[in-house]
């Protein structure tokens, strides 16, 4: 029996989607709930599941094709999955008998990389006189440039395409991600008076406490001690201090909000995703660091939901995990700002008179100046600073 296979439900915020891959194809067979399709929105990756055990029958949005809402993308037929598997066998023996140019050129396509292919394919050669080195008798490029020395009439032009091929280019399109990511961060630097202030933090009594106690308090709740909780800590209650910072424009008018929702900026394969963690203000710094750990794998996996990237009252970035230094992170709309967390590094200080070699972490904190004027911003980023330089004042909340 013949079914509908449709796009998921967007939510309200998402008009329409891309086609990102048919991960199963036309014709062959799968088990219920196997994802057989991902669709890709401007803000996450969509998965479409098999309805039933059977096979997908015919495929009417092809990859790249933007899809709406519950909008027909295929079609799929019911059975036994086992069974489905023998006739798409039986179904696909007649192509073995093919023409001696459909065999060579399943030949190029099954047996050749890239470049050889290119090469054969160019000089009209026949791959079946080609004899492969690689693994299970591919052809390589080396045993295309062997054939074709035995014949000087081609050898040189053969020659000059090899030369060709190492300045392929390639042109993919943007994915619908990436294109979403690059038209924000081009509007907020538009939009806004985005300005960055800049700090140092000795992180030597955080790293302190994770070595004395960071075995503990993995037994204990099950997750690791890292340093973004203290961060997101640290913010919570910066944030309470100065609660312009927490605030946004919309307009003519600022937006303060009674809640403290912070933005966790994550690197995918995609692009950067930047979960919520809801009321990070009532939650401990272990409550944190499971929501951290839990989004983080959630993103590498491609299954966040919209939901868990909606709204956010301020974000922390960790740009030093890549091993960046220094950097000017960019807001992310509409919040007012945005702190950049860096690489740490051993530097000699100066502590009570004494140079003192101690590890040191820059702090960045770009903000809007629309909405805050540099001693707001400074003293806010001094804030934080003050707390990570004394986990006492983090814990009692000073």
């Known amino acids: 029996m013949s079914e509908e296979i449709k796009s998921p439900t967007f939510p309200e915020s998402v008009a329409d989607g891309t086609i990102a891959n048919w991960v199963k194809k036309e014709g062959e067979a799968v088990s219920q709930d196997e994802v057989i399709a991902e669709i890709e929105t401007d803000k996450v990756v969509l998965e479409v599941l098999a309805p039933s055990d059977g096979k997908i029958s015919k495929i009417h949005k092809n990859e790249g094709d933007t899809v709406l809402s519950a909008e027909l993308i295929g079609e ?60 299970d008798g591919r052809i390589t490029k080396a045993d295309v440039i062997s054939h074709v020395e035995k014949d000087p009439a081609i050898e040189k032009s053969v020659k000059k395409t090899n030369v060709d091929l190492d300045r392929e280019t390639k042109r993919v399109p943007m994915t619908r991600l990436r294109s979403t990511i690059a038209k924000r961060l081009v509007e907020v630097q538009q939009e806004t008076a985005m300005l960055t202030t800049f700090n140092e933090v000795d992180m030597k009594p955080i790293k302190d406490i994770r070595s004395k106690y960071g075995d503990d308090f993995l037994k204990e709740h099950g997750v690791k001690l890292g340093f973004m909780g203290f961060f997101v800590a640290a913010s919570v209650n910066a944030l309470e201090k100065f609660p312009q910072v927490n605030a946004s424009i919309d307009g003519t008018d600022i937006v303060y909000h009674g809640y403290k929702d912070i933005g966790v900026a994550v690197s995918t394969d995609r692009g950067l995703v930047v979960p919520v963690i809801k009321d990070a203000d009532i939650k401990s710094i272990s409550e944190i660091e499971k929501s951290i750990s839990e989004y983080a794998e959630k993103a590498r996996d491609g299954k966040l939901s919209i939901e868990e990237m909606q709204g956010g009252t301020f974000t922390v970035s960790n740009g030093g995990i890549f091993g960046s230094l220094l950097s000017t992170p960019i807001l992310n709309a509409p919040q007012t700002a945005i702190l950049g967390m860096h690489k740490i590094e051993d530097r000699p200080v100066v502590v009570d008179g004494e140079i003192v070699v101690r590890p040191m972490m820059y702090l960045a904190m770009s903000y809007d100046h629309r909405m805050l004027d540099g001693k707001e911003a400074v003293s806010f980023l001094v804030s934080i600073k003050e707390q990570l330089e004394n986990p006492e004042k983090l814990l009692l909340n000073l």
Do not use: C, W, Y
């Not at 099954?110 to 080609?130: D, F, H, Q, T, V």
């Open 76 to 135: 799929f037929i019911s059975g036994d999955s086992e069974e489905l598997k023998t006739q798409t066998v039986e179904e696909e023996k007649p192509k073995e008998i093919a023409t001696d140019l459909e065999s060579s050129q399943d030949l190029v396509d099954k047996k050749s990389g890239p470049a050889a292919k290119r090469i054969i394919e160019e000089k009209e050669l026949n791959p079946s006189e080609i004899q492969g080195s690689g693994k």
